[in-house]
């Protein structure tokens, strides 16, 4: 009897355990799907509106200012309700906001809409590494790969799948094309509502709510927030400027193609890390040669005068989608279950700031000199920070 009841919560475990797993996978890809499901119609908005280069740059940057300003607010609300409630909110409120969109009469209703998603987006980020740790205490690493999977995963589908698939489904219309978009985000919502796994009561009123105040003057906060920030801004700045670079050579041609190289290379290294992520978390070295990788891409894409710079691009991806993984594995790591969302939150905040200011840095830098190559030595310090910033951790004994 026992031999069955022992059988029976194994199965039971299993199951719970594979649901975690797929609930991340799915969550990860509701970080990204309605953001990026504007670029591939961003031409039809601004030909439907005459918007101008200001206009069309502040929608596509406001949902990374709201991540910044909306990370901690999402922390306390995992203090005060939970990460699981929490996530439910932003998933629904990301879906709420992607499908008000599509009614909108005008830029101003249009960037509010945006700037709602957006908010659900920034209460989502945190919560997801607090129930990485909640739900897959000792497989981080490989619970941390797999939601990133996803996100990665996300910002492929829109991209590739909008034209072929979802305008025949619902229309060649930018409107009909974003109201789909939110509807797997609003399916998730529900399956995380349905079959999250259990999880300890999180909820303790203005307790948890203090829990979810990030400890600003922790040195490693902010040294974790120069780690992911310096991810980040490698990959933000350099599709911001790349296609400035080549166009700036005479190659508006191999702007396309090197984008999706650099989005798509991202691919291969989420599910490299599905299987090695365990065996390289809280680990200094593969931050460094991720830096280093970074490095030598970004250098071939400022001496390569062909279409060498599509291959520079996918190698540059590869790098940063890797170390992107073992970096937002670290709150989980490194910090006690009910400080991760408020360390998490904390670092999406110093890391998206970052990254903004970084871009008007770069382009700066670029405006002052009339070379579109300078916008690149911002981005090139970004890969020593990195490398440095792993380096103080692994000095300090937060990571080998």
């Keep these: ?12 475990a299993r199951g719970r355990t594979a649901a975690a797993y797929a609930l991340l996978w799915l969550s990860g890809m509701s970080l990204r799907l309605t953001l990026l499901a504007v670029p591939p119609v961003i031409h039809l908005i601004r030909s439907d509106w005459r918007l101008s280069g200001t206009e069309v740059g502040l929608l596509v940057t406001l949902p990374t200012a709201l991540f910044a300003a909306a990370a901690v607010p999402g922390a306390l609300l995992v203090g005060r309700l939970g ?12 879906a709420i906001g992607s499908a008000l969109r599509a009614l909108a009469p005008g830029l101003p209703a249009l960037l509010a809409t945006t700037a709602l998603m957006a908010a ?9 590494p607090a129930l990485v740790r909640r739900w897959a205490p000792s ?24 034209e072929p698939l979802v305008f025949p489904l619902v229309g060649a219309g930018w409107r009909a094309s974003l109201a789909a ?72 041609d191999l702007i396309g193609p090197a984008l ?18 365990g065996r390289l978390e809280r680990r200094g070295g593969p931050f460094v040669v991720a830096a280093l990788l970074a490095l030598a891409a970004l250098g071939g894409m400022l001496l390569s005068s062909g279409a060498g710079v599509v291959g520079w691009a996918a190698l540059l991806g590869f790098a940063n989608s890797a ?38 840095v770069a382009g700066a830098a670029w405006d002052l000199t009339g070379d579109p190559r300078a916008a690149f030595g911002p981005v090139c310090a970004c890969a020593v920070a990195l490398a440095g910033a792993a380096v103080g951790l692994r000095s300090r004994g937060h990571l080998r």
Excluded: K
């Design 139 to 162: 497989r981080i690493g490989l619970a941390t790969a797999v939601f990133t999977n996803g996100l990665l995963v996300g910002e492929i589908f829109p991209v590739a799948l909008t």
């Design 83 to 94: 990460a699981v409630r929490t996530l439910v909110g932003g998933l629904l409120v990301t």
């Design 120 to 128: 659900g987006v920034a209460v989502m980020q945190p919560a997801l």
């Design 181 to 252: 978009w939110s509807v797997p985000v609003a399916a998730t919502a529900l399956l995380v509502a349905a079959f999250a796994p259990p999880v300890p009561d999180e909820a303790a009123g203005a307790a948890g709510a203090r829990r979810g105040h990030p400890a600003w003057r922790s040195g490693l906060i902010w040294t974790l927030g120069l780690l992911f920030g310096s991810i980040n801004a490698l990959y933000f700045v350099t599709n911001a400027f790349l296609p400035g670079l080549l166009g700036g050579r005479g190659r508006p």
């Design 323 to 360: 170390a992107l993984i073992l970096a937002l594995a670290l709150p989980a790591l490194l910090r006690p279950p009910d400080e991760v969302a408020a360390t998490s939150a904390a670092i999406f905040t110093i890391s998206y700031g970052g990254a903004l200011l970084l871009a008007l």
């Design 260 to 277: 999706t190289a650099l989005n798509a290379g991202q691919l291969p290294a989420a599910f490299l890390m599905l299987g090695v992520a």
């Design 1 to 12: 009897m026992s031999t069955v009841l022992e059988a029976a919560e194994e199965a039971s």
